[in-house]
């Protein structure tokens, strides 16, 4: 009983006033009961029967039908119906990432694998990183959905590839075109800029606080920076500290990644008659500057010598990057009497899905029934 009382309640603002359904049945038993009328004598009824009743006269209970129909939704209306519309809003704090990815000649060496296969460097980058952004369940990367995610590809300059976006699939994209400098372009195309690389991702996060249109689509609480070089400083105006200078007095965290073997690492060149070949040359990462920017700024520093440890470092960027996610719900109830609502029933036709109000009903009721009553069914006298 109390499980019914409680749907009552939850269906029905004034639920006390469905106890006057109980006065439904007087419509029925005033219909019912044979009122005193006057009458015309007649000799005999035998014809009258023999012709017998019309359609008319049988279904004159629809007179009555319609009428407590009508009382009863009335009395449903005075209980007040409601439909509670549950609105769900997700209000998100996510985080501005720069990926600076580095496209230096070096980025070549073959020392690297991804399913077996020898890849260069960049290769792997492209391949992780991707991962990074929109998420992998079998690298164990959650994605980053509600970031604002940017990329900064740098060799002998650092270029703005990619505006901080949540369009990550065509972040993805422009990662994917990025192409490793060929030496041959000369040597101000080739090199290291880590320091200028690092100083443009700062002026794209300034430009960001003033965007005011990517501040509205998602609310930022942190900026983070990810640095990958698998090298040393050998270009730029900026050193990797200075940079670190500007990225600190922002707020900006800097994760440093040093990619590659340690030793040696296969480069692939070609010889004297044209054949590709792979040259054996030492690895140089100035991890001591690495680590001085990542601890100036409160990041930290990761060495990847393999996909897999590449794969786990920015497992634990994501880890400790942790986008806040605020859920709020909204109950709006529907007044069932006074507005149309639609039904959320597939079989239901789409004319029938859209209900008009209750009260409108009732008095459709109402004037089909006084107009049938004083027309087909008219009683006389």
Request: proline letters at 5%; a neutral charge.
């Amino acid at each position: 009983m109390s499980a019914i009382v409680d749907l009552l309640s939850r269906v029905f603002a004034r639920p006390m006033f469905l106890t006057l359904l109980v006065l439904v049945p007087l419509i029925w038993w005033r219909w019912a009961r044979k009122p005193q009328r006057s009458a015309i004598r007649f000799s005999t009824l035998a014809p009258l029967r023999m012709a017998g009743q019309t359609w008319a006269v049988k279904a004159r209970w629809i007179v009555p039908a319609l009428r407590s129909l009508a009382v009863i939704l009335l009395i449903i209306c005075l209980a007040r119906p409601q439909k509670g519309d549950e609105e769900t809003r997700i209000v998100s704090e996510g985080i501005a990432i720069q990926l600076l990815v580095d496209r230096s000649s070096s980025m070549l060496a073959e020392d690297f694998s991804i399913d077996g296969e020898r890849v260069n460097r960049l290769a792997a980058v492209k391949s992780v990183a991707t991962k990074f952004v929109l998420g992998d369940r079998s690298a164990d990367l959650t994605g980053r959905p509600d970031d604002l995610v940017g990329m900064i590809a740098f060799a002998g300059y650092a270029d703005s590839m990619c505006p901080l976006t949540l369009d990550h699939a065509y972040l993805a994209e422009t990662l994917s075109d990025t192409q490793i400098v060929d030496p041959s372009e000369g040597r101000d195309e080739d090199g290291t800029a880590i320091g200028d690389a690092v100083a443009l991702a700062v002026l794209r996060m300034r430009d960001l606080a003033r965007d005011r249109d990517a501040l509205k689509a998602n609310r930022v609480k942190s900026k983070v920076i990810v640095l990958l070089t698998d090298g040393e400083q050998t270009r730029g105006d900026l050193s990797p500290e200075q940079g670190a200078e500007l990225a600190k007095a922002d707020d900006i965290k800097v994760y440093t990644i040093g990619v590659g073997t340690r030793g040696m690492a296969p480069m692939p060149g070609v010889d004297i008659f044209g054949r590709q070949t792979m040259t054996p040359r030492p690895v140089t990462i100035d991890e001591e500057t690495l680590k001085k920017v990542a601890k100036l700024t409160g990041g930290e520093y990761f060495r990847a010598t393999d996909t897999e440890s590449l794969r786990q470092i920015y497992q634990r960027i994501d880890e400790l990057e942790k986008t806040e996610t605020e859920e709020k719900r909204y109950l709006q109830q529907a007044e069932l009497a006074t507005q149309a609502v639609t039904l959320d029933i597939d079989w239901l036709p789409r004319w029938l899905r859209t209900t008009p109000p209750l009260l409108l009903v009732v008095i459709g009721l109402l004037v089909v029934e006084i107009v049938l009553a004083n027309t087909r069914f008219r009683r006389i006298p």
